[in-house]
């Protein structure tokens, strides 16, 4: 009887034996997935890495219709004074250079990898490189910091961080010898030392129109978020539209449409508006796909019509633009910066 | 066992927890680590379990792998940082995935070393097999440890995951969701190797040699009585 007993204590002993053997078996095959799971993953990431570094920034594309500064009035007798009946707005210095009433300014937007801390610090244009533009950086980040402590520089965008730069035109020279410009090569120069060679669309920087008696100003104007806006005006003498000027709406091909009085823009050339009647303009920008998602686009066309003696007068759309760079996602900035490698 | 497991659970501390002084780490994780090393050095010289051993060489793979990324950091140029301190860190969690689970597994098996000295409260305590006293204690500690040592590393597999591909795409929404589940699974780490050091204080010497020795050796199917085994007998 003892025998059995001890026989039987045994058989269950060894039975409890295999199963906490098992149970450590089971618990060893379950580490090892595990482990070669999180192995693949980091051989993924690395893999992930070479594929989406950026070696060198990418500049998105500027379609931007600006303005020269437009000078001071000057005064055909006091060249160069101080002119104090009329304000004491001083027209031209001894250099020759005029004084400018506004200053031509605008942002620069460009991708690179997020833990890049070289800045901009010079931009040169190689279509006119006697434009001196002073470029300054926005070196302020979100709140978020990496590792060592350091903010980070621009607005994280997945992978990437989306920089901007101010860039204002150094009133050096008299602009109106230059007459209109087109700009779209740069060579970038960074804090670092280093440079590169971007193509930031079609820069164009045009004179400031002359007379502007020919303009004709919205009563309202509203613009939305989504891309949509209307202006409107009381035609103030009997008005017949003529067509649109465009100067950039080739490059924001399939993102706009416009609208007088609810026509297609196409489909109302030529037809006639009575004075004192409500012209109403909306048009409506689309977002574009990821490829030109990071892109910015301000096209400012200009509405054509005429009036009973045949003069012309012109509306600016101030709002038909769509600015891309904290437009897009991770994954879309991916995609832009694919595409902008692949030209 | 208890003052060991005291040094690991203080190593794993200031391994979760970060004192900085401004943007210097007081205590990096590779000299916490270091603590950790010592601990689990300590404990495989009592029990001679070769996962305390196996843990211990994954804890020296992370410290490096912690070194390397702050070494990586000092390097100037944007790729070397970047995905040296990301590669290092990928190492890194994955490391501790393998000290967290050999660090668990084998604190279970010590549970069944059956020279070990016992602790007083394991005593009076009866299972589902019939055990009473020790050796019942035994079992469900064995059970206990062993099946969070599967849980934790199933957790801490999702998380490494998600961390190394979130790392890489840099999807903020994910990488924020496993940094909180990894320091979730870290404090829970901390509250079992915590429990390990309580379950081992108050140490007992080694109860009843028949029983001891018949639990130590249910690993190889063999029972072996406290007559047979000489270690007891000198005991």
Request: proline share 4%.
């Amino acid at each position: 009887m003892e025998e059995q007993e001890g026989d039987g204590i045994m058989m269950e002993e060894k039975k409890r034996g295999r199963d906490f053997a098992r149970e450590m078996t089971r618990g060893r095959r379950i580490f090892l997935f595990c482990f070669a799971a999180s192995a693949a993953a980091l051989v993924i990431y690395g893999a992930l890495f070479f594929y989406l570094y950026l070696d060198r920034p990418v500049f998105v594309r500027h379609y931007l219709d600006l303005e020269f500064p437009e000078a001071a009035a000057a005064e055909d007798s006091a060249e160069g004074e101080l002119d104090g009946d009329v304000g004491g707005i001083e027209s031209e210095a001894d250099d020759g250079v005029p004084n400018y009433i506004h200053p031509l300014e605008f942002r620069m937007y460009y991708l690179t990898e997020r833990f890049d801390r070289r800045i901009v610090s010079t931009v040169i244009f190689e279509e006119a490189p006697e434009l001196s533009f002073r470029a300054d950086e926005n070196t302020g980040g979100p709140w978020f910091f990496m590792d060592n402590g350091e903010t980070e520089i621009g607005i994280p965008c997945g992978r990437y961080s989306v920089r901007s730069v101010n860039m204002s035109l150094l009133e050096t020279m008299d602009f109106r010898e230059l007459g209109d410009v087109t700009l779209s090569r740069a060579r970038v120069l960074f804090s670092d030392g280093t440079e590169m060679n971007a193509d930031m669309g079609k820069l164009i920087l045009r004179q400031p129109e002359e007379n502007s008696a020919e303009q004709l100003h919205s009563d309202r104007a509203e613009a939305s978020s989504d891309g949509t806006g209307s202006e409107s005006f009381v035609a103030s003498e009997n008005l017949r539209f003529a067509g649109l000027e465009e100067r950039m709406l080739a490059e924001m091909n399939g993102l706009w449409s416009i609208r007088i009085n609810g026509d297609e823009y196409t489909e109302a050339v030529g037809k006639e508006y009575e004075m004192g009647k409500l012209i109403k303009v909306s048009f409506a920008v689309q977002v574009p796909e990821a490829e030109r998602r990071f892109d910015i686009y301000d096209a400012r066309p200009c509405l054509l019509f005429e009036n009973e003696h045949g003069r012309q007068r012109r509306m600016e759309l101030n709002n038909l633009n769509y600015y891309g760079p904290y437009a897009g996602d991770g994954v879309s900035a991916v995609k832009y910066v694919k595409a902008r490698e692949a030209e | 066992m208890s003052e060991k497991y005291k040094v690991v659970f203080w190593g794993l501390f200031l391994t979760t927890v970060h004192i900085n002084l401004g943007s210097i780490q007081l205590l990096p994780p590779f000299i916490a680590l270091l603590i950790v090393y010592a601990g689990l050095g300590g404990l495989f010289s009592i029990s001679d379990l070769n996962e305390f051993k196996t843990a211990r060489t994954f804890c020296l793979i992370a410290a490096a792998a912690n070194l390397s990324g702050w070494a990586a950091a000092l390097v100037g140029p944007v790729l070397g940082r970047q995905l040296g301190e990301g590669l290092s860190s990928g190492v890194y969690i994955i490391c501790e995935m393998g000290l967290f689970y050999f660090l668990l597994t084998g604190s279970a098996r010590a549970f069944l070393v059956p020279d070990l000295p016992r602790s007083a409260s394991w005593a009076g305590r009866e299972n589902s097999t019939g055990h009473a006293g020790p050796e019942a204690a035994m079992d469900e500690k064995f059970v206990f440890y062993q099946g969070r040592a599967v849980l934790i590393t199933v957790v801490f597999g999702i998380v490494n995951v998600g961390l190394i591909i979130g790392s890489a795409l840099y999807l903020e929404t994910l990488l924020w969701l496993v940094m909180l589940a990894g320091f979730i699974v870290q404090i829970w780490m901390l509250v079992l190797v915590h429990g390990l050091d309580k379950a081992w204080r108050a140490e007992l010497p080694p109860g009843d040699p028949a029983v001891i020795s018949e639990m130590g050796n249910r690993m190889d199917g063999e029972v072996q009585t406290a007559e047979k085994d000489p270690e007891f007998e000198e005991r």
